[in-house]
């Protein structure tokens, strides 16, 4: 198979960028069907098929068709057959129709200066909730005279915001059901099971990015902050068999394919397809679920109402706190949720090192 060690969002082989070019503006003219703020309750049909069906269309060659179907599968964190079209173009949409920004990360320009938990823990002050960790729901039951949620240490609270991960929500049993669709799409669960892997890395070019398919499963690596001791890197892969990713001399194997000269120096990672409490990653839907389920997942059931889903949602837990943010209009809680943030310090360009403003995690 084919890998590309650019330190440049180009990746395909030099003279293959024009065959690049179709297939990116092929997704980007795709998105054109769908309203990036409306629900994918009943796309077009014809975007239900594999990803692999999808971009044969475009006739690649091999080295790019190679390169192109690492990046997506690193995109949704599983192989492209087993991922439905719809989510790329569906996330070029997303990106304003424009699947070179997604491509080439331009969107990514603001992360979190202390890390993601940072977000977590500025919605916790907000909200002035109380906590309760390693507390699983057993059921959630709700009646005439409310709602009542039960932990499998038998204790119960009185409110509920559901918002689970669709792979971990049959594991908990709901008075009234939720509706047959809900439950056969938690059944089958989503396709998303990548293997993410952190590393500290000696000797890699500042900033690096890397797209391709190499010997230990990942397909794409890139640099996250530039620290003292070496590049701070991620990598992605869809195969959890093929990478212990808390192996050093693995990652280092797994690198090499991307960066032969560089050294792998520490490796932290977390197995979510293992964690109870994800069951995968993020939401990548399989071929034709939303066509024959997207509608269910909407639909009002018993008393449960249903939001318009957040298809890429990965988020898990319940809050019985409503924030500012919680309580303003959808379309501008993102903005008030990242102004505030701003404000208080805790975002930082990904254009540069964020020193000592980052906490990097505990690393085996």
């Not at 179709?22 to 998105?31: E, V």
């Not at 000696?202 to 003292?228: D, N, R």
């Not at 560089?262 to 977390?270: F, G, I, S, Y």
């Amino acid at each position: 198979m084919n890998s590309i060690t650019l330190n440049t969002p180009q990746f395909v082989p030099r003279g293959e960028e024009a065959d690049r070019d179709r297939a990116i503006d092929y997704i980007a003219r795709t998105s054109r069907r769908l309203d990036p703020l409306t629900p994918l309750a009943e796309p077009d049909g014809e975007l239900n098929v594999p990803l692999t069906t999808f971009l044969r269309e475009v006739r690649l060659p091999e080295a790019t068709r190679d390169i192109m179907m690492a990046w997506l599968s690193s995109a949704f964190g599983c192989e492209p057959n087993e991922v439905s079209a719809l989510n790329a173009p569906s996330l070029a949409a997303a990106h304003g129709h424009d699947a070179r920004a997604w491509y080439e990360g331009e969107s990514e320009v603001l992360k979190f200066a202390e890390g993601t938990r940072s977000l977590a823990e500025a919605m916790i002050e907000d909200s002035g909730a109380d906590v309760c960790i390693s507390s699983p729901v057993r059921r959630v039951e709700q009646n005439g005279r409310g709602v009542m949620v039960t932990t499998q240490a038998g204790d119960a609270f009185s409110a509920v915001v559901v918002a689970l991960p669709l792979n971990v929500l049959k594991h908990v049993e709901f008075s009234p059901e939720l509706g047959e669709e809900k439950s056969i799409a938690s059944e089958q669960g989503h396709a998303g099971h990548s293997v993410k892997v952190w590393a500290v890395v000696e000797g890699a070019p500042l900033f690096y990015e890397g797209v391709g398919q190499g010997p230990k499963g990942l397909m794409w690596i890139g640099t996250e902050h530039e620290l003292a001791e070496g590049s701070l890197m991620v990598g992605f892969g869809s195969d959890p068999e093929a990478l212990d990713a808390k192996s050093v001399s693995e990652v280092q194997d797994a690198f090499a394919a991307f960066l032969p000269d560089a050294r792998v120096l520490k490796v932290d990672a977390h197995d979510w397809n293992a964690d109870p409490y994800s069951l995968g990653s993020w939401m990548a839907f399989r071929p034709s679920q939303i066509t024959r389920l997207g509608a269910g997942l909407r639909r009002r059931r018993g008393g449960w109402p249903s939001r318009r889903p957040t298809w890429r949602s990965d988020g898990r837990g319940t809050s019985t706190g409503r924030s500012r943010a919680e309580a303003a209009p959808p379309s501008v809680q993102e903005s008030y949720l990242m102004r505030e943030l701003g404000r208080a310090g805790r975002l930082t360009s990904t254009c540069r090192p964020s020193g000592a403003a980052y906490d990097p995690p505990d690393w085996a």
